[in-house]
């Protein structure tokens, strides 16, 4: 029962037992002096003025209810504090005032009051003003039904709205906390010395511990065994720095763990809230994004390499043809039998191995000639087997294992024999005894998982070529330089170190993948990835048969800008009956073509020269001569009349350096034949 009524209460009995005595001496004087009745009565009535202001004044409202829930009584202060005039209340079921949401709990408290004399009992419940408004108030009552003078339940309310404000702003600010608290992206603790107080659910989701195990638990529990002592320490000196350690789940897996700790005051004394990072994604993208710069710098490299392997081989090539040339010429005009002949054969073999560099060079710096067929490897492959079983000897074993279908792709045949080869002179000299060569063939879809850990892959449908041997192998060193031109593991003079560069700039011309996999005593797999192409073109039927280059007598107009060269050509040309006319410089040879009065058959023309390239030199001279034909040459293919070395259909190519033979029957090949039977 509230205080404040039962002082009330007190003060209301002394009131009435004072009144009571004077009655008592009322009766007694016998009302004989009629200024002590006087007096008497008007006392009693200055106490019942104060009782009606003390009830007016009270901050409680106090109510009797009878057995039937009708307000018998109302204290005048209901008008103060719901609004309602006492003669309102009087008569009505007190039940009406009570908000509806919560009449069923009071009923509750109200049928146990009715059937105890004396019980009592009290809840919080919302009372409904005369404005519509609701009050919050502790509604508590007394059944004093035995005493004669209140015959009913005696109930009191006491306004505690304020206070419910404030809990409901207290409960809503703990739950925004805990929302937030909850919503961190991480482990939020907060812990004394160690022994964790509170934490969040991002704690037991990263730890796997539930908040009740967390609570109460030694955090350092959660850190392994050998990174413990930082954490431990960190604590100790008040760390307030980010740092990484290890941290360990309740299942025993570890895992690399962020942790960033602040000292707060409470109850009097300093704890620290930590948060807990679980950094797997960042420090797998660290490793990432390693590899990747790793993996752009290998191809700067590559790429910067291949530029100077490209233009070396551009520049050896020009020397080349002039060495291989007039070798040729020297040796026709001498006498087999004559000590020169051997001297100028060995020249002429020297040339062509150094040429033979330079291609796989060219291959490598991705500037190699090609003509593009759509094919079937598998075709390709077995037309190779015999060649390949005499290159890699009887104490090798090679097996083939073609895939029953293949999807086509478009290649130069030759690239994929230059591949095939080199790699099989590879798989035996790792042998360098008795072993076993596999050469493979598959249909593989990579999709983005495949690629994200084989860096460089793009998805997509692949021809998959492999050749797999159970040689030495290699290391993961080793593995970092294969593909890098004149890197060789074998020893002085047994290899150029340019088989892999050369497949790996093939496979790159072709838009391919190429993956190694290799350890030491393992044996090695190589697999080359050739993208799928949609369908197969119309392949010639016939081959053209091999015969005696013929010689002619048309006039081929030769521009070449490096005179050793222009002189060279114009010889052997000259030597098949041709006549030939020389320039230069494109604007040289604009000039003959402008000022001549003879047909100009062929032009046969470097691609790269001053003033104005090849592509261009055509275009200009057959407005002069639309039916002249024309043979582009070069030490490397150049992007004016290739677009990363392979050819368009129709532009005719001549790669330097090039025998005798080689150009006779390329001139020959060009003049005789007819566009027509082409359309």
Partial sequence: MDRSYLEFQKKIEQLEQENSKLRQKLELLGAADGQVSVS?????RKNERLQQKMLANIGDVILILNSRQDVTYCSPNIYNELGWEAEEILGRNGFQLLHPDDSHAVVFIMTDLMGEE???DHLECRMM??????KWVDFSARNLSHDSDIAGILITLHDI???????????????RFKALHNASFGGITIHDKGVILECNQGLSDITGYSYEELVGMNGLMLINDETRCIVDKNIERGYEKPYEVVGQRKNGEQYPLRLEARAIPYN????????????????????????LEAQLRQAQKMEAVGRLAGGVAHDFNNMLSVIIGHSEIALEQTDVDSPVYSYLEEIKKAGERSADLTSHLLAFARKQTVALKVMNINEVVEGMLKMLRRLIGEDVELHWHPAAELWPVKIDPSQVDQMLANLCVN???????????????CQRELDDAYCREHLGFMPGEYCCLSVCDNGCGMDADTLNYVFEPFFTTKAAGKGTGLGLATVYGAVKQNKGFIDIESEPGAGTTICIYLPRHAAFEKQETEKKLCRLVDKGNE????VEDEPAILNLTRTML?????????????NEALYFARVGKERIDLLLTDVIMPEMNGRELERQMKEIYPEMKCIFMSGYTANVIAHHGVLKKGVNFIPKPFSRMVLAGKVREVLDDDPALQN
């Fill in 129 to 134: 003003c005369r404005d519509g408004s609701v």
């Fill in 40 to 44: 008497m009565e008007a006392a009693a």
């Fill in 161 to 175: 709205t304020i206070q419910k404000i404030g809990e409901n702003a207290l409960r809503e600010s703990e739950a």
């Fill in 268 to 291: 009097g004394k300093l704890i620290r809230v930590v948060e807990f990072r679980d950094i797997t994604e960042n420090v797998e993208e660290q490793k990432e994004r390693i590899s």
């Fill in 427 to 441: 798989a035996r000299d790792a042998i360098g005894g008795v072993g076993k060569i596999i050469i493979e063939t």
């Fill in 574 to 586: 000259e030597q098949f009956g041709y006549r030939v006319l020389t320039a230069r410089s494109p």
């Fill in 118 to 120: 004396g019980s009592e």
């Fill in 555 to 558: 006039t081929i107009l030769l």
